[in-house]
């Protein structure tokens, strides 16, 4: 417990000395005093009364999905009544406020497409994986971001009760996704100036980070990599060695699904795949596809032609 408690208390001082290097020193102050909006505010902007947030307890249930390579995913599942505060703090809270330009996983108006834009025409296209990123987005950094956007600590403290479980971000919450981008927030900046000081580029959909780079040197590719390991070690995430890529101009390079190589768009055994299909259906053939599922892919592919274009 005793290195437990000192770890949180290194990660706090750190985040408090980033916001004095953002030229935040006033935010800085208020957060280590604990100062802010307080629990009456938080009361009437969730339109609840104060009474009923002091009864408030969340409660969830486990659920198993399989994941698409292998293997399950755990889920935390929030009862009705759970799920129907967390919807409020998301509509009512979390849509006002702002994640960095680079996040564009649960993002509104962004797309795979914004997240492979980027990265076309690159010479090297780095591909990291953060390991179960939800869970490993702590309570504690969670509290503290809403001190930074300010809440007090006591406002800020139910806040992360009620938006987490089981010491992170639950997957299954409504208000999970939101919050883990609102909450790397200087992450993001870390890294895509990291990433901009070498003139390449920088996004992340979720736990999927991406950098690219117009020139290909190894040395560098080993550095972007060290220092993003260091950057999400310092935030209580690990990278996931075995999805680790550094794809060259020779090689297929994928960003969130699409191909970046030339333009972003789906592989082209996909496209071919798809006119295959519309084809058998326009000709009688026997359909693999369902109506549904077609106009899907169908959408899907006109997203990426317009986003790409536009």
């Known amino acids: 417990m005793l290195l437990v408690f000192v770890i949180y208390i290194i990660r706090v001082l750190l985040d408090l000395r980033a916001l004095k290097h953002a030229g935040n020193r006033k935010t800085a102050r208020r957060v280590a005093r604990g100062q802010g909006l307080d629990m009456a505010e938080l009361a009437r902007r969730l339109d609840i009364a104060e009474r009923d947030l002091e009864l408030f307890k969340p409660v969830y249930r486990s659920a198993t999905i399989p994941k698409r390579r292998g293997g399950t995913r755990k889920l935390r599942i929030?009862?009705?009544?759970?799920?129907?505060?967390?919807?409020?703090?998301?509509?009512?809270?979390?849509?006002?406020?702002q994640a960095?330009?680079?996040?564009?996983?649960?993002?509104?108006?962004?797309?795979?497409?914004?997240?492979?834009?980027?990265?076309?025409?690159?010479?090297?296209?780095?591909?990291?994986?953060?390991?179960?990123f939800f869970t490993n987005t702590t309570a504690p950094r969670v509290q503290r971001y809403f001190q930074w956007v300010g809440w007090n600590r006591p406002a800020a403290e139910w806040l992360a009760m009620a938006t987490t479980d089981e010491g992170?971000?639950?997957?299954?919450?409504?208000?999970?996704?939101?919050?883990?981008?609102?909450?790397?927030?200087?992450?993001?900046?870390?890294?895509?100036?990291?990433?901009?000081?070498?003139?390449?580029e920088y996004t992340r959909y979720a736990d999927d980070i991406t950098f690219s780079f117009p020139k290909d040197y190894p040395r560098r590719v080993r550095g972007v990599i060290q220092f993003a390991r260091r950057i999400l070690r310092s935030k209580g995430y690990e990278l996931n060695g075995r999805k680790?890529?550094?794809?060259?101009?020779?090689?297929?390079?994928r960003v969130t699904g699409l191909v970046v190589n030339d333009t972003a768009n789906l592989p082209r055994r996909t496209r071919r795949w798809l006119r295959a299909v519309e084809h058998r259906r326009r000709t009688g053939g026997q359909p693999t596809l369902s109506d549904d599922q077609l106009a899907g892919w169908q959408a899907l592919r006109h997203m990426i032609n317009t986003q790409r274009t536009g």
């Open 100 to 132: 960095h330009p680079a996040a564009c996983g649960f993002e509104p108006g962004k797309s795979i497409v914004d997240n492979a834009l980027p990265h076309v025409c690159q010479r090297v296209v780095i591909k990291l994986d953060v390991v179960d």
């Open 168 to 200: 992170g971000l639950p997957q299954g919450a409504p208000t999970s996704p939101r919050l883990s981008n609102l909450v790397n927030f200087y992450m993001d900046v870390q890294l895509s100036k990291f990433a901009a000081r070498r003139k390449g």
């Open 244 to 253: 680790l890529r550094a794809l060259r101009r020779h090689q297929q390079q």
């Open 78 to 97: 929030p009862d009705p009544p759970t799920r129907a505060m967390q919807r409020r703090i998301l509509h009512r809270l979390l849509k006002r406020l």
